[in-house]
């Protein structure tokens, strides 16, 4: 009974090891599609290194509210706007706002966990 214990928690255990690279690609994937949305939808106001004008568009580096633990924050600011930024709900598709808002997350100092496209849907 232990041998099959052991022989099913080791097989368990290669399982989830072989899963962590598409993990890592996936977040690997989502920046690297997320660098080039925000070259083209976000760079504009808040300049290519993420620190933005002055009074009219915050800055994303080193924005606590870009990397909350829980994401909802930033998700409704990107799909709904607020204060001079424009919403882009209907604009960007769920994956597209999934992958910038993970580039942002983890661009210019920021570390924050990746954003699933699920989660924006939601």
Known sequence: M????????????SALAACQPAIVADRSELISEGEAIYTTSCARCHHGDGSGYRNLFPPLA???????HDPVPIIRVVQDGRGSMPPFRGVLSSEEIAAVLTY?????????????????RD
């Open 2 to 13: 232990k041998a099959l214990i052991a022989y099913v928690l080791l097989s368990i255990g």
């Open 104 to 120: 942002i997350r983890n661009s210019w100092g920021n570390e924050a966990a990746p954003i699933p496209p699920r989660q924006v």
């Open 62 to 68: 080193g924005n606590p509210l870009v990397t909350l």
